[in-house]
């Protein structure tokens, strides 16, 4: 079949402009034919990534958070002052979060201004969409001495020098993103900071929320409220502020993101590592809560989203049926918690698109085409789809839960190939 699409990001046509699309589609630089069998996808919209913790991919994952962050994440994302070994990271995980879909990607970089910068620039060389953060920590007790910004004053301007380095990438397609790592690596004058300099620029925000019990006990011990209490006072829950994990929401609280206008990036298998708890999905959007899937690289060991979607899928399942069997059956789970398939993709595309505000996550008219093409048919895969057994609704399930990224044939970023 061969789809129609405008090779860009554009408006529906009046009746008036159809012409000139068709004439934009006829001279466009690549028409693919897909096979039969193939299906035709929106890309993946990764809500949570820690770029710097490529390398560290699935590892250290018996210890509790704290532990992790300290014996493997510092000294690792410490070494990205070295800007050569920043730039081989990033050449390497852009293209091979491409290749599994991944068309847009919100990223956390390290602390180094010239490391994000290099990051920023792979995505637009690479043609990935993405908001790309440094990261500003100065807390004393919750970083290392070694990796931290100096003070408060220096890590909101480090921020500020970002944002316009980011911007002078010059791709409409990569921006820039205000990154505090999480209350406990921040001192209060570097979140006032740091929400100062979002309202002043428009800037999203991103940020970890109320992740785990330690993160939350931490809060509430420092602050005297909740972890998205404090961060909203410092005016970082914003329109389309990304708050990576939110496992311990309460109704409140969800109605003070729900009413900012900020999401979360949920985060299903780094979540039952250090959470704590699952992530209610249907309980935030029912509060009005924007929702969007991430995988938490590296705290989440797989990179790609479509095993993302299951992963949403399996938690929601135990969080409604419950895990331990010392209780009886009504005790022991959380009634209508669980999603299917269909709402899984929808969190990895539309659901993110909405979080972070961007013109994608569906393909249709005014949206910008960030697509992928899933074969059904590959030797050796192992998607199966059997005559007069698997309709439509079947098959969509088996791709989105077998396939795998030699399964994706085919990748584009507003209109243009970008899978290798």
């Not at 210890?63 to 081989?88: G, K, M, S």
């Not at 004393?140 to 980011?166: C, F, H, L, N, Q």
């Not at 008219?365 to 093409?373: I, K, L, P, Q, Y």
């Amino acid at each position: 079949m061969t789809p129609e699409w405008s090779p860009r990001c554009t408006t529906d046509p009046t009746p008036r402009e159809r012409p000139a699309a068709q004439a934009a589609l006829d001279s466009a630089t690549e028409r693919v034919e897909l096979t039969p069998g193939t299906f035709l996808m929106p890309g993946l919209v990764d809500l949570h990534i820690h770029a710097p913790q490529w390398p560290q991919l699935g590892t250290g994952l018996d210890l509790p958070l704290e532990r992790w962050l300290f014996d493997y994440t510092f000294p690792l994302e410490a070494r990205y002052a070295d800007t050569e070994f920043a730039a081989a990271v990033w050449d390497d995980l852009v293209p091979s979060l491409l290749a599994m879909g991944t068309t847009t990607a919100v990223y956390f970089s390290s602390n180094h201004l010239e490391a994000t910068t290099a990051l920023a620039r792979a995505c637009a060389r690479h043609g990935q969409r993405a908001l790309v953060g440094r990261v500003a920590m100065d807390h004393p007790d919750g970083t290392p001495e070694w990796y931290r910004d100096a003070t408060a004053s220096a890590g909101v301007e480090a921020s500020k020098a970002s944002i316009e380095a980011v911007k002078a990438v010059g791709s409409r397609r990569v921006e820039p993103i205000i990154t505090p790592r999480f209350a406990p690596a921040c001192t209060d004058a570097l979140l006032e900071g740091l929400g100062e300099l979002a309202a002043a620029t428009g800037v999203r925000v991103q940020t970890h929320c109320a992740e785990s019990d330690w993160h939350c006990d931490y809060a509430l011990d420092r602050f005297g409220v909740s972890d998205s209490t404090a961060l909203n006072r410092f005016g970082l829950v914003r329109p389309h502020t990304v708050l990576a994990h939110s496992d311990h929401l309460t109704a409140d609280e969800m109605a003070i993101v729900a009413g900012q206008g900020a999401g979360v990036a949920h985060c299903p298998l780094s979540n039952a590592y250090f959470a704590n708890a699952v992530f209610g999905v249907r309980k935030a959007l029912a509060a009005g809560v924007g929702v969007g899937l991430g995988s938490d690289i590296a705290g989440g060991a797989r990179p790609g989203l479509l095993g993302g979607c299951q992963d949403a899928v399996t938690v929601s399942r135990m969080l409604e049926d419950g895990v331990d069997p010392a209780l009886g059956a009504p005790q022991r789970g959380v009634p209508e918690s669980r999603i299917d398939t269909v709402a899984a993709l929808w969190l990895a595309t539309a659901g993110g698109a909405a979080v972070a505000d961007l013109p994608v996550g569906l393909i249709e008219s005014g949206r910008c085409f960030d697509a992928m093409a899933v074969r059904t048919d590959r030797p050796g895969g192992a998607i199966r789809l059997w005559d007069g057994i698997d309709d439509e609704a079947r098959a969509f399930e088996k791709v989105v839960r077998l396939a795998t990224t030699d399964d994706i044939s085919h990748v584009w970023v507003d209109g243009k190939s970008v899978k290798q």
